[in-house]
Protein backbone atom coordinates (compact mmCIF):
# COMPACT_ATOMS: atom_id res chain seq x y z
CA UNK A 1 0.00 0.00 0.00
CA UNK A 2 2.53 2.63 0.96
CA UNK A 3 4.57 1.51 -2.37
CA UNK A 4 1.87 3.17 -4.31
CA UNK A 5 1.46 5.80 -2.85
CA UNK A 6 5.57 6.21 -3.33
CA UNK A 7 5.21 5.79 -7.20
CA UNK A 8 1.83 7.86 -7.47
CA UNK A 9 4.11 10.95 -5.99
CA UNK A 10 6.90 10.43 -8.03
CA UNK A 11 4.56 9.98 -10.93
CA UNK A 12 3.04 13.55 -9.49
CA UNK A 13 6.44 14.80 -9.44
CA UNK A 14 7.29 14.70 -13.09
CA UNK A 15 4.21 15.57 -14.65
CA UNK A 16 4.14 18.57 -12.47
CA UNK A 17 7.71 19.43 -13.12
CA UNK A 18 7.09 18.75 -16.93
CA UNK A 19 3.85 21.42 -16.91
CA UNK A 20 5.72 24.00 -14.74
CA UNK A 21 8.23 24.58 -17.02
CA UNK A 22 6.87 26.76 -19.53
CA UNK A 23 9.73 27.17 -22.34
CA UNK A 24 9.29 23.23 -22.76
CA UNK A 25 5.71 23.53 -23.42
CA UNK A 26 5.92 26.22 -25.71
CA UNK A 27 8.39 24.51 -27.51
CA UNK A 28 6.26 21.58 -27.26
CA UNK A 29 3.25 23.53 -29.05
CA UNK A 30 5.37 24.63 -31.96
CA UNK A 31 7.86 22.03 -32.60
CA UNK A 32 5.29 20.33 -34.56
CA UNK A 33 3.64 23.56 -36.21
CA UNK A 34 6.98 23.78 -38.07
CA UNK A 35 7.38 20.39 -39.32
CA UNK A 36 3.61 20.29 -40.31
CA UNK A 37 3.29 23.88 -41.99
CA UNK A 38 6.60 24.32 -43.74
CA UNK A 39 8.06 20.82 -44.01
CA UNK A 40 4.80 19.58 -44.79
CA UNK A 41 4.07 22.14 -47.02
CA UNK A 42 7.23 21.71 -48.90
CA UNK A 43 7.48 18.32 -49.14
CA UNK A 44 3.62 18.32 -50.69
CA UNK A 45 4.67 20.01 -53.52
CA UNK A 46 7.69 19.34 -54.47
CA UNK A 47 7.93 15.33 -53.69
CA UNK A 48 4.63 14.32 -53.29
CA UNK A 49 3.17 10.71 -52.97
CA UNK A 50 0.56 9.99 -55.59
CA UNK A 51 -3.16 9.70 -54.10
CA UNK A 52 -1.79 10.48 -50.60
CA UNK A 53 -2.17 14.45 -49.31
CA UNK A 54 1.30 14.62 -47.86
CA UNK A 55 0.63 16.39 -44.76
CA UNK A 56 -1.99 13.69 -43.74
CA UNK A 57 0.94 11.06 -44.20
CA UNK A 58 3.13 12.51 -41.94
CA UNK A 59 0.84 13.47 -39.39
CA UNK A 60 1.14 10.59 -37.24
CA UNK A 61 4.91 10.36 -37.78
CA UNK A 62 4.84 13.53 -35.81
CA UNK A 63 3.24 12.98 -32.92
CA UNK A 64 5.81 9.32 -33.16
CA UNK A 65 8.69 11.92 -33.26
CA UNK A 66 7.12 14.25 -30.36
CA UNK A 67 6.70 11.12 -28.39
CA UNK A 68 10.34 10.03 -28.67
CA UNK A 69 12.13 13.46 -28.35
CA UNK A 70 10.24 14.12 -25.51
CA UNK A 71 10.72 10.39 -23.77
CA UNK A 72 14.34 10.39 -24.29
CA UNK A 73 14.67 14.05 -22.80
CA UNK A 74 12.66 13.39 -19.96
CA UNK A 75 13.87 9.89 -19.40
CA UNK A 76 17.30 11.84 -18.77
CA UNK A 77 15.55 13.73 -15.68
CA UNK A 78 17.31 10.46 -14.05
CA UNK A 79 20.73 12.60 -14.75
CA UNK A 80 18.97 15.30 -13.13
CA UNK A 81 17.88 14.39 -10.08
CA UNK A 82 21.81 12.30 -9.75
CA UNK A 83 23.40 15.56 -10.18
CA UNK A 84 21.03 17.28 -7.85
CA UNK A 85 21.10 14.66 -5.02
CA UNK A 86 17.06 13.81 -5.11
CA UNK A 87 18.01 10.69 -6.09
CA UNK A 88 19.63 10.15 -3.17
CA UNK A 89 16.41 11.05 -1.33
CA UNK A 90 14.47 8.60 -3.00
CA UNK A 91 16.98 5.50 -2.69
CA UNK A 92 17.09 5.90 0.57
CA UNK A 93 13.89 5.63 1.34
CA UNK A 94 11.88 2.79 2.21
CA UNK A 95 10.41 1.90 -1.62
CA UNK A 96 11.81 -0.82 -3.64
CA UNK A 97 13.99 0.29 -6.45
CA UNK A 98 11.18 -1.68 -9.36
CA UNK A 99 8.67 1.24 -7.92
CA UNK A 100 10.63 3.73 -8.61
CA UNK A 101 10.98 2.80 -11.57
CA UNK A 102 7.49 2.03 -12.36
CA UNK A 103 6.97 5.48 -10.54
CA UNK A 104 9.16 7.45 -12.93
CA UNK A 105 8.14 5.26 -15.88
CA UNK A 106 4.43 6.21 -15.63
CA UNK A 107 5.35 10.15 -14.73
CA UNK A 108 7.57 10.37 -17.62
CA UNK A 109 4.87 8.36 -19.69
CA UNK A 110 1.83 10.60 -18.82
CA UNK A 111 4.41 13.49 -19.67
CA UNK A 112 4.62 11.51 -23.50
CA UNK A 113 1.16 11.51 -24.00
CA UNK A 114 0.65 15.27 -22.83
CA UNK A 115 2.86 15.81 -25.89
CA UNK A 116 1.57 13.66 -28.29
CA UNK A 117 -2.07 14.90 -27.47
CA UNK A 118 -1.19 18.40 -28.11
CA UNK A 119 -0.70 18.34 -31.50
CA UNK A 120 -4.14 16.56 -32.79
CA UNK A 121 -5.56 20.19 -32.87
CA UNK A 122 -3.20 20.97 -35.21
CA UNK A 123 -4.58 18.61 -37.57
CA UNK A 124 -8.10 20.60 -37.93
CA UNK A 125 -6.24 23.76 -38.50
CA UNK A 126 -4.68 22.05 -41.63
CA UNK A 127 -7.63 19.92 -42.41
CA UNK A 128 -6.75 16.87 -41.75
CA UNK A 129 -9.89 14.91 -41.71
CA UNK A 130 -9.13 13.58 -38.29
CA UNK A 131 -12.60 12.30 -36.48
CA UNK A 132 -13.40 11.53 -32.97
CA UNK A 133 -13.33 7.84 -33.10
CA UNK A 134 -9.83 8.42 -35.02
CA UNK A 135 -8.31 9.88 -31.71
CA UNK A 136 -9.88 7.19 -29.45
CA UNK A 137 -8.28 4.43 -31.64
CA UNK A 138 -4.91 6.27 -31.64
CA UNK A 139 -4.86 7.11 -27.96
CA UNK A 140 -3.58 3.04 -26.99
CA UNK A 141 -1.46 2.50 -30.55
CA UNK A 142 0.60 6.03 -28.49
CA UNK A 143 0.34 4.50 -24.89
CA UNK A 144 2.30 1.62 -26.44
CA UNK A 145 4.77 3.21 -28.06
CA UNK A 146 5.24 5.76 -25.34
CA UNK A 147 5.80 2.72 -22.65
CA UNK A 148 8.85 1.37 -24.24
CA UNK A 149 10.27 4.96 -25.61
CA UNK A 150 9.86 5.79 -22.06
CA UNK A 151 12.20 2.69 -20.52
CA UNK A 152 14.53 2.98 -23.41
CA UNK A 153 15.09 6.98 -21.96
CA UNK A 154 15.50 5.49 -18.33
CA UNK A 155 17.81 2.99 -19.54
CA UNK A 156 20.40 4.98 -20.76
CA UNK A 157 19.87 7.58 -17.89
CA UNK A 158 20.25 5.03 -15.23
CA UNK A 159 23.88 3.99 -17.14
CA UNK A 160 25.05 7.77 -18.05
CA UNK A 161 26.74 9.06 -15.52
CA UNK A 162 26.59 12.62 -16.50
CA UNK A 163 24.87 14.40 -19.38
CA UNK A 164 27.59 14.47 -21.85
CA UNK A 165 26.54 10.98 -23.18
CA UNK A 166 22.91 13.17 -24.27
CA UNK A 167 24.72 14.43 -27.75
CA UNK A 168 25.13 10.55 -28.38
CA UNK A 169 21.39 9.41 -27.85
CA UNK A 170 20.45 11.86 -29.98
CA UNK A 171 22.78 11.27 -33.39
CA UNK A 172 22.21 7.29 -32.51
CA UNK A 173 18.78 6.79 -30.99
CA UNK A 174 16.76 9.51 -31.79
CA UNK A 175 17.55 10.39 -35.38
CA UNK A 176 17.56 6.80 -36.81
CA UNK A 177 14.76 5.74 -34.81
CA UNK A 178 12.75 8.66 -36.22
CA UNK A 179 14.42 8.69 -39.97
CA UNK A 180 13.90 4.56 -40.19
CA UNK A 181 10.05 4.51 -38.69
CA UNK A 182 8.70 5.32 -42.38
CA UNK A 183 7.54 8.63 -40.33
CA UNK A 184 9.00 11.19 -43.25
CA UNK A 185 8.80 8.62 -46.58
CA UNK A 186 6.88 5.49 -47.54
CA UNK A 187 8.97 2.26 -46.50
CA UNK A 188 7.37 0.41 -49.88
CA UNK A 189 9.61 2.92 -52.47
CA UNK A 190 13.21 2.55 -50.45
CA UNK A 191 15.95 0.04 -50.95
CA UNK A 192 15.60 -3.21 -49.07
CA UNK A 193 18.57 -2.49 -47.39
CA UNK A 194 16.67 0.42 -45.45
CA UNK A 195 13.70 -1.19 -45.38
CA UNK A 196 15.40 -4.13 -43.69
CA UNK A 197 16.47 -1.86 -40.70
CA UNK A 198 13.11 0.14 -40.46
CA UNK A 199 11.06 -2.77 -40.05
CA UNK A 200 13.96 -4.01 -36.87
CA UNK A 201 13.03 -0.65 -35.39
CA UNK A 202 9.34 -0.76 -33.31
CA UNK A 203 8.68 2.67 -33.97
CA UNK A 204 7.67 1.72 -37.58
CA UNK A 205 5.23 -0.63 -35.92
CA UNK A 206 4.03 2.14 -34.03
CA UNK A 207 3.51 4.55 -37.23
CA UNK A 208 2.64 2.02 -39.36
CA UNK A 209 -0.47 1.19 -36.68
CA UNK A 210 -1.33 5.02 -36.21
CA UNK A 211 -1.73 5.61 -39.75
CA UNK A 212 -3.95 2.56 -40.00
CA UNK A 213 -6.65 4.51 -37.42
CA UNK A 214 -6.12 7.95 -38.54
CA UNK A 215 -5.72 7.99 -42.93
CA UNK A 216 -8.44 5.02 -43.74
CA UNK A 217 -8.61 4.15 -47.14
CA UNK A 218 -5.57 5.93 -48.52
CA UNK A 219 -3.16 4.18 -46.10
CA UNK A 220 -2.34 0.95 -47.51
CA UNK A 221 -0.98 -1.02 -44.27
CA UNK A 222 2.93 -2.16 -44.45
CA UNK A 223 1.61 -5.15 -41.27
CA UNK A 224 -1.83 -6.39 -40.76
CA UNK A 225 -2.59 -4.71 -36.98
CA UNK A 226 -2.20 -7.71 -34.84
CA UNK A 227 0.84 -7.62 -35.98
CA UNK A 228 2.04 -4.01 -35.43
CA UNK A 229 0.15 -4.12 -31.67
CA UNK A 230 2.15 -7.30 -30.78
CA UNK A 231 5.35 -5.76 -31.67
CA UNK A 232 4.91 -3.10 -29.91
CA UNK A 233 3.48 -4.57 -26.69
CA UNK A 234 6.72 -7.19 -27.41
CA UNK A 235 8.99 -4.24 -27.06
CA UNK A 236 7.45 -2.50 -24.33
CA UNK A 237 7.71 -5.74 -22.16
CA UNK A 238 11.44 -6.18 -23.06
CA UNK A 239 12.20 -2.29 -22.35
CA UNK A 240 10.62 -2.46 -19.31
CA UNK A 241 12.29 -5.75 -17.88
CA UNK A 242 15.72 -4.41 -18.66
CA UNK A 243 14.57 -1.03 -17.05
CA UNK A 244 13.85 -2.72 -13.60
CA UNK A 245 16.96 -4.52 -13.96
CA UNK A 246 18.77 -1.23 -14.84
CA UNK A 247 17.32 0.12 -11.81
CA UNK A 248 17.88 -2.39 -9.15
CA UNK A 249 21.18 -2.01 -9.91
CA UNK A 250 21.80 1.51 -9.04
CA UNK A 251 23.81 2.36 -6.44
CA UNK B 1 17.69 3.30 28.45
CA UNK B 2 21.19 1.80 27.83
CA UNK B 3 19.79 0.15 24.89
CA UNK B 4 22.39 0.01 21.81
CA UNK B 5 20.60 1.47 18.86
CA UNK B 6 23.42 0.99 16.08
CA UNK B 7 25.85 -2.00 16.44
CA UNK B 8 28.89 -1.95 13.63
CA UNK B 9 30.53 -5.78 13.02
CA UNK B 10 34.48 -4.97 11.80
CA UNK B 11 32.06 -2.62 9.33
CA UNK B 12 34.91 -2.40 6.10
CA UNK B 13 34.62 -0.40 2.71
CA UNK B 14 37.07 -0.35 0.21
CA UNK B 15 37.79 1.40 -3.03
CA UNK B 16 39.90 -0.11 -5.25
CA UNK B 17 43.20 -0.22 -2.59
CA UNK B 18 41.51 2.70 -0.94
CA UNK B 19 40.10 1.06 2.47
CA UNK B 20 37.76 4.01 3.23
CA UNK B 21 36.19 2.51 6.43
CA UNK B 22 38.53 -0.33 8.27
CA UNK B 23 37.18 -2.82 10.58
CA UNK B 24 34.99 -0.19 12.58
CA UNK B 25 33.15 -1.76 15.49
CA UNK B 26 31.03 0.20 17.67
CA UNK B 27 28.45 0.73 19.55
CA UNK B 28 25.79 3.65 19.66
CA UNK B 29 23.13 3.85 22.90
CA UNK B 30 19.32 4.99 22.16
CA UNK B 31 19.05 8.64 23.11
CA UNK B 32 22.58 9.31 22.67
CA UNK B 33 23.67 12.25 20.02
CA UNK B 34 26.94 10.18 18.99
CA UNK B 35 29.80 12.51 16.72
CA UNK B 36 32.37 11.25 14.65
CA UNK B 37 35.32 13.67 13.79
CA UNK B 38 37.50 13.69 11.69
CA UNK B 39 39.33 15.58 8.84
CA UNK B 40 38.04 15.54 5.36
CA UNK B 41 38.44 11.70 3.71
CA UNK B 42 38.34 10.17 6.98
CA UNK B 43 35.44 7.32 5.57
CA UNK B 44 32.71 9.39 7.97
CA UNK B 45 30.07 9.86 4.65
CA UNK B 46 30.96 6.07 3.75
CA UNK B 47 30.23 5.07 7.12
CA UNK B 48 27.16 6.70 7.53
CA UNK B 49 26.47 5.59 3.60
CA UNK B 50 26.71 2.08 4.69
CA UNK B 51 24.61 2.46 7.94
CA UNK B 52 21.86 3.90 5.62
CA UNK B 53 21.90 1.40 3.32
CA UNK B 54 22.81 2.95 0.02
CA UNK B 55 26.65 1.68 -0.02
CA UNK B 56 27.70 -2.07 0.13
CA UNK B 57 29.61 -2.84 2.95
CA UNK B 58 33.09 -5.03 1.54
CA UNK B 59 32.99 -7.20 4.88
CA UNK B 60 31.45 -6.54 8.25
CA UNK B 61 28.35 -5.88 9.26
CA UNK B 62 25.94 -3.56 11.48
CA UNK B 63 22.44 -3.31 12.89
CA UNK B 64 19.86 -0.98 13.59
CA UNK B 65 17.35 -0.81 15.42
CA UNK B 66 17.66 -4.23 15.89
CA UNK B 67 17.65 -4.96 11.95
CA UNK B 68 20.64 -6.08 9.93
CA UNK B 69 21.76 -3.21 7.13
CA UNK B 70 22.50 -5.43 4.65
CA UNK B 71 19.70 -8.53 5.00
CA UNK B 72 17.14 -6.09 6.10
CA UNK B 73 17.64 -2.86 4.48
CA UNK B 74 14.10 -2.20 4.05
CA UNK B 75 13.38 -2.10 7.61
CA UNK B 76 16.20 -0.16 8.23
CA UNK B 77 15.30 2.28 5.95
CA UNK B 78 12.04 3.26 7.92
CA UNK B 79 14.16 3.22 11.28
CA UNK B 80 15.86 5.91 10.13
CA UNK B 81 15.91 9.67 8.32
CA UNK B 82 19.17 11.29 7.34
CA UNK B 83 20.08 14.81 5.86
CA UNK B 84 22.95 13.91 3.48
CA UNK B 85 26.24 16.21 3.34
CA UNK B 86 25.45 17.01 -0.10
CA UNK B 87 21.79 19.12 -0.96
CA UNK B 88 19.02 16.54 -1.68
CA UNK B 89 16.60 18.73 -2.54
CA UNK B 90 14.29 18.95 -5.57
CA UNK B 91 14.79 22.91 -6.10
CA UNK B 92 12.49 23.19 -8.46
CA UNK B 93 9.14 22.14 -6.08
CA UNK B 94 8.08 24.13 -2.83
CA UNK B 95 8.92 23.24 0.76
CA UNK B 96 5.78 21.85 1.40
CA UNK B 97 6.18 19.51 -2.00
CA UNK B 98 9.17 18.11 -0.77
CA UNK B 99 7.66 17.41 2.08
CA UNK B 100 4.85 15.65 1.40
CA UNK B 101 6.76 13.51 -1.50
CA UNK B 102 8.62 12.36 1.68
CA UNK B 103 5.38 11.53 3.64
CA UNK B 104 4.38 9.62 0.98
CA UNK B 105 7.77 7.56 -0.23
CA UNK B 106 7.90 6.55 3.68
CA UNK B 107 4.71 5.45 4.08
CA UNK B 108 3.21 8.16 6.60
CA UNK B 109 -0.67 7.68 7.20
CA UNK B 110 -2.53 10.18 4.83
CA UNK B 111 -4.40 11.15 7.89
CA UNK B 112 -0.93 12.33 9.58
CA UNK B 113 0.64 14.16 7.03
CA UNK B 114 -0.42 17.59 6.95
CA UNK B 115 -0.05 17.99 10.69
CA UNK B 116 3.46 16.23 10.56
CA UNK B 117 4.64 18.68 7.57
CA UNK B 118 3.17 21.70 9.77
CA UNK B 119 4.69 20.57 13.17
CA UNK B 120 8.15 20.20 11.65
CA UNK B 121 8.07 23.10 9.32
CA UNK B 122 7.50 25.18 12.86
CA UNK B 123 10.31 23.23 14.37
CA UNK B 124 12.75 24.85 11.87
CA UNK B 125 10.58 28.12 11.65
CA UNK B 126 10.41 27.93 8.13
CA UNK B 127 6.49 27.67 8.44
CA UNK B 128 6.23 31.45 6.77
CA UNK B 129 8.37 29.97 3.61
CA UNK B 130 6.18 26.38 3.07
CA UNK B 131 5.05 28.20 0.09
CA UNK B 132 8.33 29.25 -1.49
CA UNK B 133 10.38 27.75 -4.16
CA UNK B 134 13.34 26.11 -2.59
CA UNK B 135 15.46 27.50 -5.46
CA UNK B 136 14.66 30.87 -3.57
CA UNK B 137 15.91 29.66 -0.13
CA UNK B 138 19.27 30.16 1.30
CA UNK B 139 21.45 27.85 1.95
CA UNK B 140 21.44 27.40 5.66
CA UNK B 141 17.27 27.32 5.22
CA UNK B 142 17.91 24.39 2.89
CA UNK B 143 19.80 22.33 5.34
CA UNK B 144 16.99 23.36 8.16
CA UNK B 145 14.39 22.15 5.57
CA UNK B 146 16.33 18.77 5.09
CA UNK B 147 16.33 17.94 8.83
CA UNK B 148 12.87 18.84 8.58
CA UNK B 149 12.14 16.31 5.96
CA UNK B 150 14.52 13.93 7.82
CA UNK B 151 12.22 13.77 10.88
CA UNK B 152 8.94 13.78 9.25
CA UNK B 153 8.17 9.91 9.60
CA UNK B 154 9.52 9.48 13.24
CA UNK B 155 12.67 8.06 12.82
CA UNK B 156 14.38 5.99 15.77
CA UNK B 157 17.66 7.54 14.78
CA UNK B 158 19.04 10.67 12.75
CA UNK B 159 21.84 10.71 10.59
CA UNK B 160 23.45 14.18 9.93
CA UNK B 161 26.21 14.16 7.69
CA UNK B 162 28.24 17.95 8.47
CA UNK B 163 24.99 18.99 9.45
CA UNK B 164 26.95 22.76 9.11
CA UNK B 165 29.18 22.64 6.31
CA UNK B 166 29.20 25.82 4.54
CA UNK B 167 26.85 27.74 6.51
CA UNK B 168 27.33 31.48 7.82
CA UNK B 169 27.75 31.39 11.44
CA UNK B 170 24.21 32.63 12.05
CA UNK B 171 23.04 29.49 10.31
CA UNK B 172 25.40 27.58 12.94
CA UNK B 173 23.89 28.52 15.71
CA UNK B 174 20.09 27.57 14.09
CA UNK B 175 21.25 24.34 13.34
CA UNK B 176 22.39 23.32 16.52
CA UNK B 177 19.75 24.70 18.73
CA UNK B 178 17.72 22.21 16.66
CA UNK B 179 20.05 19.67 17.38
CA UNK B 180 19.92 20.30 20.97
CA UNK B 181 16.42 20.10 20.91
CA UNK B 182 16.41 16.71 19.62
CA UNK B 183 18.49 15.35 22.35
CA UNK B 184 15.89 16.34 24.72
CA UNK B 185 13.76 13.53 22.27
CA UNK B 186 14.66 10.43 24.37
CA UNK B 187 13.44 8.25 21.88
CA UNK B 188 15.85 9.23 19.24
CA UNK B 189 19.67 8.96 18.91
CA UNK B 190 21.75 11.64 16.67
CA UNK B 191 24.78 10.58 14.78
CA UNK B 192 26.33 13.24 13.32
CA UNK B 193 29.40 13.67 11.32
CA UNK B 194 31.76 16.91 11.59
CA UNK B 195 35.22 17.97 10.92
CA UNK B 196 34.45 21.26 13.28
CA UNK B 197 35.92 20.25 16.51
CA UNK B 198 33.73 22.81 17.96
CA UNK B 199 30.57 21.64 17.18
CA UNK B 200 31.33 18.14 17.93
CA UNK B 201 32.38 19.71 21.68
CA UNK B 202 29.32 21.25 22.66
CA UNK B 203 26.54 18.95 20.80
CA UNK B 204 27.40 15.41 21.59
CA UNK B 205 27.69 13.22 24.35
CA UNK B 206 30.43 10.54 22.99
CA UNK B 207 32.89 11.35 20.51
CA UNK B 208 34.42 9.17 18.09
CA UNK B 209 37.48 10.51 16.89
CA UNK B 210 37.71 9.19 13.10
CA UNK B 211 41.42 9.19 10.94
CA UNK B 212 41.85 7.34 7.83
CA UNK B 213 38.78 5.22 7.99
CA UNK B 214 39.84 4.10 11.94
CA UNK B 215 38.55 4.89 15.05
CA UNK B 216 41.37 6.19 16.86
CA UNK B 217 39.39 7.14 20.36
CA UNK B 218 35.87 7.11 21.66
CA UNK B 219 34.73 9.06 24.42
CA UNK B 220 32.98 11.26 25.94
CA UNK B 221 34.14 15.33 25.16
CA UNK B 222 35.21 15.70 28.74
CA UNK B 223 37.03 12.80 29.20
CA UNK B 224 38.86 13.16 25.90
CA UNK B 225 39.99 16.47 27.19
CA UNK B 226 40.89 15.52 30.47
CA UNK B 227 42.27 12.45 29.28
CA UNK B 228 45.44 14.62 27.66
CA UNK B 229 46.09 16.17 31.05
CA UNK B 230 47.01 19.95 29.81
CA UNK B 231 45.09 22.52 31.56
CA UNK B 232 46.63 26.03 31.64
CA UNK B 233 46.36 28.39 34.45
CA UNK B 234 47.50 31.84 33.72
CA UNK B 235 48.35 33.90 36.60
CA UNK B 236 48.98 37.78 36.41
CA UNK B 237 51.14 39.00 38.86
CA UNK B 238 53.70 42.27 39.92
CA UNK B 239 55.83 39.12 41.23
CA UNK B 240 55.85 36.75 38.72
CA UNK B 241 59.32 35.36 39.77
CA UNK B 242 58.38 35.01 43.03
CA UNK B 243 55.18 33.28 42.11
CA UNK B 244 57.25 31.07 39.91
CA UNK B 245 59.75 29.95 42.72
CA UNK B 246 57.01 29.32 45.31
CA UNK B 247 55.15 27.14 42.61
CA UNK B 248 58.05 25.34 42.01
CA UNK B 249 58.61 24.51 45.66
CA UNK B 250 54.88 23.52 46.48
CA UNK B 251 55.43 20.65 43.89
CA UNK B 252 52.84 21.72 41.57
CA UNK B 253 53.13 19.06 38.54
CA UNK B 254 53.75 20.33 35.07
CA UNK B 255 55.49 22.96 33.20
CA UNK B 256 55.82 26.63 35.08
CA UNK B 257 56.84 29.91 32.84
CA UNK B 258 56.49 33.15 32.74
CA UNK B 259 56.40 35.91 30.14
CA UNK B 260 56.04 39.01 31.08
CA UNK B 261 53.82 39.90 34.20
CA UNK B 262 52.11 36.10 33.07
CA UNK B 263 52.65 33.00 35.15
CA UNK B 264 51.51 30.31 32.68
CA UNK B 265 51.01 26.66 35.10
CA UNK B 266 50.67 23.49 33.36
CA UNK B 267 48.54 20.75 35.55
CA UNK B 268 46.39 17.98 34.62
CA UNK B 269 43.42 19.12 36.50
CA UNK B 270 43.31 23.19 37.16
CA UNK B 271 39.75 22.58 38.66
CA UNK B 272 41.61 20.73 41.87
CA UNK B 273 44.83 22.57 42.03
CA UNK B 274 43.57 26.23 41.34
CA UNK B 275 42.25 26.51 45.52
CA UNK B 276 45.98 25.25 46.06
CA UNK B 277 47.58 27.52 43.82
CA UNK B 278 45.93 30.65 44.96
CA UNK B 279 46.76 29.84 48.68
CA UNK B 280 50.27 29.34 48.46
CA UNK B 281 50.21 32.81 46.81
CA UNK B 282 48.38 34.63 49.67
CA UNK B 283 50.43 32.75 51.53
CA UNK B 284 54.05 34.20 50.45
CA UNK B 285 51.83 37.66 50.28
CA UNK B 286 51.95 37.66 46.45
CA UNK B 287 48.99 40.00 45.06
CA UNK B 288 47.21 38.06 42.18
CA UNK B 289 45.88 40.50 39.98
CA UNK B 290 43.72 38.22 37.32
CA UNK B 291 43.52 33.97 36.75
CA UNK B 292 42.42 32.51 33.68
CA UNK B 293 42.01 28.73 32.75
CA UNK B 294 42.35 27.81 30.05
CA UNK B 295 41.03 24.08 29.25
CA UNK B 296 42.57 22.23 26.06
CA UNK B 297 39.54 21.93 23.28
CA UNK B 298 38.93 18.83 21.10
CA UNK B 299 41.92 20.16 19.07
CA UNK B 300 43.91 19.68 21.41
CA UNK B 301 42.60 16.06 21.55
CA UNK B 302 42.89 15.99 17.87
CA UNK B 303 46.44 16.64 17.89
CA UNK B 304 47.19 14.24 20.79
CA UNK B 305 45.89 11.25 19.77
CA UNK B 306 46.39 12.12 15.63
CA UNK B 307 49.40 13.88 15.65
CA UNK B 308 48.03 15.92 13.03
CA UNK B 309 45.81 19.39 12.83
CA UNK B 310 42.34 19.24 11.20
CA UNK B 311 41.62 20.28 7.69
CA UNK B 312 43.12 23.81 6.13
CA UNK B 313 40.08 25.82 6.53
CA UNK B 314 39.93 24.39 10.40
CA UNK B 315 43.04 25.49 10.97
CA UNK B 316 42.49 28.63 9.63
CA UNK B 317 39.65 29.48 11.74
CA UNK B 318 40.99 28.65 14.51
CA UNK B 319 44.36 30.79 13.74
CA UNK B 320 41.64 33.64 13.27
CA UNK B 321 40.83 32.96 16.75
CA UNK B 322 44.18 32.69 18.46
CA UNK B 323 44.93 36.13 16.70
CA UNK B 324 41.84 37.54 17.99
CA UNK B 325 42.04 36.87 21.53
CA UNK B 326 45.86 37.90 20.90
CA UNK B 327 44.51 41.37 19.61
CA UNK B 328 42.42 41.28 22.96
CA UNK B 329 45.08 40.32 25.28
CA UNK B 330 47.19 43.28 23.82
CA UNK B 331 44.63 45.79 24.50
N1 LIG C 1 32.48 6.55 -4.46
C1 LIG C 1 33.79 6.53 -4.14
N2 LIG C 1 34.68 5.97 -4.97
C2 LIG C 1 36.00 5.94 -4.67
N3 LIG C 1 36.52 6.44 -3.53
C3 LIG C 1 35.69 7.02 -2.66
C4 LIG C 1 34.28 7.10 -2.92
N4 LIG C 1 33.68 7.72 -1.87
C5 LIG C 1 34.68 8.02 -1.01
N5 LIG C 1 35.87 7.61 -1.47
C6 LIG C 1 37.16 7.72 -0.77
O1 LIG C 1 37.01 7.21 0.52
C7 LIG C 1 37.68 8.00 1.47
C8 LIG C 1 36.71 8.50 2.52
O2 LIG C 1 35.84 9.44 1.97
P1 LIG C 1 34.61 10.03 2.77
O3 LIG C 1 33.87 8.94 3.41
O4 LIG C 1 33.84 10.91 1.84
O5 LIG C 1 35.31 10.92 3.88
P2 LIG C 1 34.71 12.06 4.82
O6 LIG C 1 33.23 12.03 4.70
O7 LIG C 1 35.21 11.73 6.17
O8 LIG C 1 35.27 13.35 4.34
C9 LIG C 1 38.35 9.12 0.69
O9 LIG C 1 39.69 8.75 0.46
C10 LIG C 1 37.59 9.17 -0.60
O10 LIG C 1 38.40 9.59 -1.64
MG1 LIG D 1 31.98 13.52 4.23
Redo the contacts with the bound molecule.
Keep these: MSEIRGIYTLWLREVKKFLREKPRLINAFCQPLIWLFIFGTGMRFSAGIPGINYQEFIFPGLITQAMLFTAMFMGISVIWDREFGFMKEILVSPISRPSIFLGKMIGVSTDVMIQGIIIFPFALLIGIPLNFFMVIKALPIMLLVTFGLVCIGLIFASLMKSFEGFGLIQTFINLPMFFLSGALFPLSQVPEWLQVVSYANPLTYGVDALRTVMMGESWVQLFPMELDLAVLIGFDILMFAIGTAAFSRIE | MNQIIIETDNLTKK?GS?I?VDNISLSIKRGEVFGLL?P????????LSMLCTILKPTSGTARINGYDIIRDNSRVRKSIGIVF?DPSVDTDMTARENLQMHADLYGVPVSEQKERIKDVLNLVGLSDKAEDFLNTYSGGMRRRLEIARGLLHYPRVLFLDEPTIGLDPRSREHIWDYIRMLRKREDMTVIL?THYMEEADRLCDRIAIIDRGKIIILDKPDVLKGGIGKDTVILITDEPDKLQTILTGENISGDIRISGREVKVEVSHANLLLPKIMESAIKAGIRIESVTISNPDMNDVFIHYTGKNLSDDETRERTGRVAMMKRRRAR
Excluded: E, M, R
Excluded at chain 2, 40 to 47: D, F, R, S
Design positions: FNAGNGAGKTTLQT
